[in-house]
């Protein structure tokens, strides 16, 4: 997540990633403890004193498997993990996302935990969390489960509720969410003036434009006989076109947003700019850090197209293939996982938590700062497709984020995207194909 889904100040440097080589067992024949290195992304407060808290505790528990804490940060993890597995010296535990893992599994850098997983934590996540971090193995092998997913995020709508209230338009509620059709008629009813019904911040707009095609079944890529290709059907379509609608049809989005990151419109919604804004569940922290006092607001539940998914990714802890103690680091890894943790790390950063147990915590239900929509909200979450696609980061990079940009900057018709799309990602694809 996240995150490559957002962008953080980095906090500290991860390159000294280097492990001292432990011993084996829960504590060494030389009665010496087993050392892990785990390499961690938190980067908010609490969540950066929720995993050094347990990582604390684990220590004090645990004087046979002593762990040490490293400082990541999402800015650059992928480029200095690559580094220090082709250096044979990579940490034990590492903190990622679920869209690296393909490519790290694929190249033999992580260790299969299919079998290292206990049962316990295994039915503590549903299948479909565990299906964004199983992957086919070194060479194309067969399918192995290369992390532990434990949070994930969906996309919700953050909206005034004195604007909503004003104009006399109802909060939709998770058992009856808006329609896309109910949003973009609000989006009009509350754009008066200076001020736009909707901003969509969209400096990165692949992850986010791919996640939300699903409300449509649009999948934007097809496989037959081994090879991916990109598809821009109807379906996929369909999300693409009322962003744009919205836009320059409408009239009812700021174009001005289109340029900005994920947080960028913020103060412009707390000034009254924006009635609403289209965002991951986690923006909610900084809304109910940074917004003037008396400012009302509320979490809108994610829209429905045909259906009410959305694409999902994880964030997860994986153990480096070269690290010589794996059992250990999938004792601390579910240790660390256990339900009651997630509830910590979930609230640290402000996301939703995989575990079952972890999901029916009070704190991740109550209605104070959009916590019930937002925990509720998982069950929208299914696999993003784009998990599985090889060659998917070059594709988005070198030719979907500057097509989008052009698209919704309107200076392409939806046609010319659907065949920059398909044309040049096409070969892109065809470049990773086995």
Known sequence: ???????????????????????????????????????????????????????????????????????????????QLVTS????DPPDVIHDDSSALAGFAS???????????????????????????????????????????????????????????????????????????????VAKKLTTGKRFGVAWALKAPVNRVLNLALNFGGTFFQTSGGKTTVKVGPQEREVLQRIHDQLYKDKSADPSALGMGTADPLPGFYAGKYAMLPAS?????QVVEQAPKNFQWVTIPPLKGQTTQEGAISQTLSVAADSKHP????????????GQHQVELAKGDWLIPTSATAAKD??????????????????????????????????????????????????????????????????????YEH
Do not use: H
């Open 362 to 431: 009070p704190s991740l239900t109550t209605a104070k700062d959009g916590w019930d929509v937002a925990t509720a909200s998982a069950k929208s979450l299914i696999l993003a497709p784009y998990l599985k696609v090889n060659g998917y980061d070059e594709f988005k990079t070198k030719v979907a984020t500057p097509a989008l940009q052009s698209y919704f900057a309107n200076k392409i018709s939806i046609d010319q995207l659907a065949q920059k799309l398909t044309g040049d990602g096409d070969k892109v694809l065809a470049r």
């Open 327 to 338: 059992k250990e680091s999938v004792k601390f890894i579910s240790w660390f996982l256990g």
């Open 85 to 88: 597995f082709e250096g044979g």
């Open 107 to 185: 190249q033999g850098y992580l260790t299969d935990l299919t079998k290292l997983i206990p049962a316990g934590l295994k039915n503590d996540i549903p299948p479909a969390a565990w299906g964004t971090a199983t992957f086919a193995g070194q060479g194309g092998g067969d399918q192995g489960i290369y992390g532990v997913p434990f949070l994930q995020e969906s996309q919700v709508i953050l909206a005034n509720k004195k604007m909503l209230d004003d104009a006399g338009v109802p909060v939709p509620t998770v058992a009856n969410p808006w329609t896309w059709d109910q949003y973009q008629q």
């Open 1 to 79: 997540m996240r995150r490559s889904l957002r962008s953080v100040v980095a906090v500290a440097a991860a390159a000294v990633i280097g492990l001292t080589a432990g011993c084996s067992g829960g504590g060494s024949d030389s009665g010496k403890p087993v050392k892990l290195k785990f390499l961690s992304l938190a980067w908010q407060k609490d969540s950066l004193a929720a995993n050094k808290r347990l990582v604390a505790e684990w220590n004090t528990a645990n004087p046979g498997i002593q762990v040490q804490y490293i400082q990541g940060s999402w800015d650059n993890v992928n480029d």
């Open 281 to 285: 569940i986690y923006m909610r922290q």
